[in-house]
C-alpha cells in the first residue's frame, strides 16, 4: 500500500531552530533507519534513538548503511547529512530550509551581485574574525595578504601555547595521513566545522555557492562561514588534540570539536552572524507565506487574479 500523502510535512514551527540544535552526530558501522520521528542507529551492540529534529548534521562514517525512511526523514527535519570518509569529511546531501521565508537568500544575492556591498561583506568577516584590526579600506588583495599573516601566527601561537612541534600547515588533498599528528588534527577539525556551516546555511536557506571571500565553488558560502571560527575554535582545538598524542587523531578531533561547539553554542553564534553580516534582522523566519512582486517592488498576495483594478 502506498504511503504517499499520507502523512503531512513537518511545518516550520514543528521544527526545532538551527541554533538550538545539536551540532553534529557521528556514527559509523550501523545500519541507519527511521522509528517514527526519530533515526536509529542499529550495530552489533543493540539500537540507539536520536530524534531527528536535534540533529545539526548527521555524519556517516565507514561502514555504514542508511535507509530510504530514514533520508526521508532527515530531510523533512532540515538536517543535513555528511558521509565521513577514513580521509575526511565531503557533503553530499542536506536537508530541507527550516525557514519558509527567502529574505535571507534574496539579502546574500543582493549583496554578493554588487561588487562594492561583496567587498564590504568580506571585511565585515575579516573584522568578525579578527576584531583587534580594522579592514576598513583595505582592498579584497590586501584582506587576503593580512589574513594569511595572521593565520600564520595564529598557528605559531598554538603550538607555543601547546608545546606541539609545527612546520608549517601540510595538506595533500585525499590523503589524510600525509600530515603529521598537528596538520592531520587542523584538517580534521576543518572538515568537521564545514559540515557544521553546511547545516546552518542551509537550514536558513541561504545559497552555499555565492560566497563573499571564497568564490568559484558550490560551496563557497559554507567555506566562508566556517573559517569565521577558525582561529577561536578549529585550530586551537586541533592543537590540544594533538598535544595529547598521536594516536586516532580523527576521531579524537571529532569528539573534542562536538563538545567544544556545543560548550560555545556556536549554532547560535553561526545564525546571529549570518543574518548580521546579510543586514537581515534576528527574527523568525518560518513565515510559509507566497507572495508576488509588482513593478514597484511591492509584496501583493499570491492566489488572486489581478486582471482589473490593481494599483502596480
Not at 548527521?58 to 526521508?72: E, F, K, N, Y
Not at 571585511?123 to 599573516?149: I, Q, V
Not at 566545522?193 to 565553488?217: D, K
Request: with cysteine; hydrophobic share 40%.
Amino acid at each position: 500500500m502506498t504511503t504517499i500523502s499520507k502523512r503531512r510535512l513537518s511545518g516550520p514551527r514543528d521544527l526545532t531552530r538551527v541554533g538550538d540544535r545539536l551540532s553534529f552526530v557521528y556514527l559509523e558501522r550501523c545500519v541507519v533507519h527511521r522509528d517514527a520521528n526519530a533515526i536509529t542507529a542499529e550495530d552489533a551492540e543493540g539500537t540507539l534513538h536520536l530524534p531527528s529534529a536535534t540533529i545539526g548534521t548527521l555524519l556517516l562514517g565507514p561502514g555504514t548503511r542508511v535507509t530510504h525512511q530514514a533520508m526521508s526523514l532527515l530531510g523533512e527535519s532540515g538536517a543535513g547529512v555528511v558521509w565521513v570518509g577514513e580521509h575526511g569529511v565531503r557533503f553530499y546531501a542536506g536537508g530541507r530550509s527550516l525557514s519558509r521565508s527567502s529574505a535571507l537568500i534574496e539579502a546574500q544575492a543582493t549583496l554578493w551581485a554588487n561588487r562594492r556591498s561583496r567587498l564590504d561583506v568580506a571585511r565585515a568577516m575579516y573584522r568578525k574574525r579578527f576584531p583587534d584590526e580594522d579592514p576598513s579600506g583595505l582592498t579584497r588583495h590586501e584582506l587576503l595578504g593580512r589574513e594569511g599573516k595572521r593565520m600564520k601566527d595564529c598557528y605559531r601561537a598554538q603550538a607555543a601555547r601547546t608545546k606541539v612541534p609545527w612546520h608549517g600547515r601540510q595538506f595533500t588533498p585525499g590523503d589524510f595521513t600525509a600530515g603529521d599528528a598537528p596538520n592531520q588534527a587542523v584538517t580534521a577539525a576543518a572538515q568537521c566545522m564545514y559540515g557544521i556551516a553546511q547545516a546552518v546555511v542551509a537550514a536558513l536557506g541561504c545559497t552555499p555557492g555565492l560566497g563573499f571571500v571564497h568564490s568559484g565553488h558550490e560551496l563557497s558560502f559554507v567555506l566562508d562561514v566556517a573559517d569565521l571560527y577558525k582561529t577561536d575554535i578549529g585550530i586551537p582545538v586541533a592543537f590540544d588534540v594533538a598535544a595529547e598524542g598521536d594516536e586516532d587523531i580523527g576521531a579524537r578531533t571529532r569528539r573534542a570539536l562536538r563538545d567544544k561547539v556545543n560548550e560555545t553554542r556556536l549554532l547560535e553564534r553561526c545564525v546571529a552572524d549570518i543574518k548580521q553580516l546579510l543586514h537581515v534582522a534576528p527574527a523568525d523566519d518560518y513565515e510559509d507565506r507566497v507572495t508576488l512582486q509588482s513593478d514597484r517592488d511591492q509584496q501583493l498576495p499570491s492566489g488572486r487574479n489581478y486582471a482589473d483594478g490593481v494599483i502596480w
